[in-house]
């Protein structure tokens, strides 16, 4: 089934007064790109590399300018290492000598339940047996150096306000040092529908599918 983007527009301001003020979307007047993403750190940045690397043009906007500091436990898990290796950025990242983790301690009720190596591992024959410590300020700027890289024009400073479906269109309204701006973005690309999602801090994990426009098939998931 095909992501449902009936709902005309999304206000992501808390604020009323920082929402961009009514105004009739003219397509033509805003950059146009395959896709834009909202959020630079490493599900926004994966998620433009990823696409950036399939050849769409896309753009990431984030509010923030990087490098910055994230509150985080800075703990990479296999998982995450075998996708840093996959865009290439885990090398550099290894060259800075990060705390490689491979034990636990697990207390509960002030005792010790377990302590030892962290029993996922083994069961991940094909991942790094460790984790590591790197902290986000490293971490989320690599990243994203390896979506530019890859060809995906990132943004920063850019507070994203609302998003607008017109049409066949998504049109992202976000705020800048020079005032109100916004961009857009077909639903549809070429015969394709990409849509996903960052965890972020609900604990979730993060996705990105593509779907044929024609029968909803999903022809990929990331
Ligand atoms: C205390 C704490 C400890 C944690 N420890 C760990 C750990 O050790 N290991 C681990 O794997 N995970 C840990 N997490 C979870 C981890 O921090 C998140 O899962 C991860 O940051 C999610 O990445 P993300 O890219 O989805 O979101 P974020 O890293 O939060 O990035 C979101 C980006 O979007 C930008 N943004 C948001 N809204 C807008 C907007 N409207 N307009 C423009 N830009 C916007 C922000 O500026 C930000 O750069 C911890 C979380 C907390 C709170």
């Known amino acids: 089934m095909l992501p449902d983007y009936r709902g005309s527009r999304v206000i992501l301001s808390s604020n009323a007064s920082d929402a961009p003020r009514p105004r009739a979307s003219r397509k033509s007047r805003q950059p146009s790109y395959d896709a834009i993403v909202v959020g630079g750190g490493p599900a926004g940045a994966v998620m433009s590399w990823s ?3 399939r050849g769409l ?5 984030d509010r923030a300018r990087f490098p910055r500091e994230k509150v985080c436990g800075d703990f990479v898990e296999p998982r995450g290492l075998s996708i840093l290796q996959t865009m290439g950025c885990l090398g550099e990242l290894e060259s800075t000598g990060p705390l490689a983790i491979t034990h636990v301690n697990l207390t509960l009720n002030g005792k010790t339940a377990y302590r030892g190596r962290i029993p996922f591992y083994a069961g991940q024959k094909e991942l790094p047996q460790h984790g ?13 150096a390896s979506s530019v890289a890859a060809g995906a024009t990132l943004q920063e400073g850019c507070q994203v306000t609302a998003v607008e479906r017109v049409d066949g269109t998504m049109i992202v309204h976000y705020r800048d040092a020079t005032g109100d701006q916004s961009a857009s973005a077909p639903i549809v690309v070429g015969d394709t529908v990409v849509a996903g999602i960052s965890g972020g801090d609900l604990g979730m994990r993060g996705f990105l599918d593509a779907y044929r426009a024609d029968t909803g098939e999903r022809i990929w998931r990331f």
């Open 51 to 53: 696409l950036a690397k």
């Open 57 to 61: 043009r896309v753009l990431t906007l």
């Open 132 to 144: 590591y410590i790197i902290p986000r300020e490293a971490l989320d700027q690599r990243i994203l």
